[in-house]
């Protein structure tokens, strides 16, 4: 099989009750991309509201944390020259983001939007497997270039109800923050 040309980013924060409640179901997810050569990168912030690790990770991936946890790919050449250059925080990842839309403003930066509830994909390995071989440049499956995902209408179609199911989340545990579905139950968003 063919190297992948992107590296696979799963983004999670120490403090999210849907980061700790996916770990199980990531870790399956995780192996079974992993034995398909794709390459996974684990970027755990201590809490939501710290900083990334600046002696691990490139300090330039924090702006495309639009919520947790999240999962983004970035193309290889791309991610090695971010981890050479670690400190650089303006440094451009493009990352494509699964469940997501990137908007880059040269002026505001960059904006991580949900899809629509009505595009919004469950988070399995198969999933994953055809978001990379539709959406993202992928070798290993047809080398096929980017499909262009429409804009999004307004910000109010960004807010999604969410009921949370029992033992899944605590609705009080993103202080503050948005509820969003992620990962079949619920994640936080700033």
Partial sequence: MAVPSH?????????????INSK???SKISESLQKDGIEIVEVEYVSRSSGLDKNRFPLSLGKYVGWWPIVMAISKGTWE?????????????SPH??????????????????VPGS???????????????EKVH????????????????GKSSLVFPVTATAG???????????????YGGVGCRW
Avoid at 13 to 19: E, L, N, P, V, Y
Avoid at 138 to 153: A, D, E, K
Wanted: hydrophobic share 35%; net charge negative; glycine share 6%.
């Fill in 7 to 19: 590296v696979l980013i799963h983004v999670t924060a120490g403090d999210c009750s849907a980061c």
């Fill in 24 to 26: 199980q179901s990531w």
């Fill in 81 to 93: 020259n971010s981890m050479a250059n670690k400190s650089n925080e303006t440094l451009s990842l």
């Fill in 97 to 114: 983001i699964f469940n997501g839309v990137l908007s880059d403003d040269r002026k505001s930066g960059p904006t991580v939007s949900m």
């Fill in 119 to 133: 595009e919004m994909q469950m988070l399995t390995a198969e999933n994953i497997r055809t978001w990379l071989r």
């Fill in 138 to 153: 992928y070798n290993s499956i047809g080398n096929r270039s980017p499909i262009p995902v429409s804009t999004l209408p």
């Fill in 168 to 182: 899944t989340q605590d609705p009080g545990s993103c202080s503050g923050l948005q509820l969003l579905p992620s």
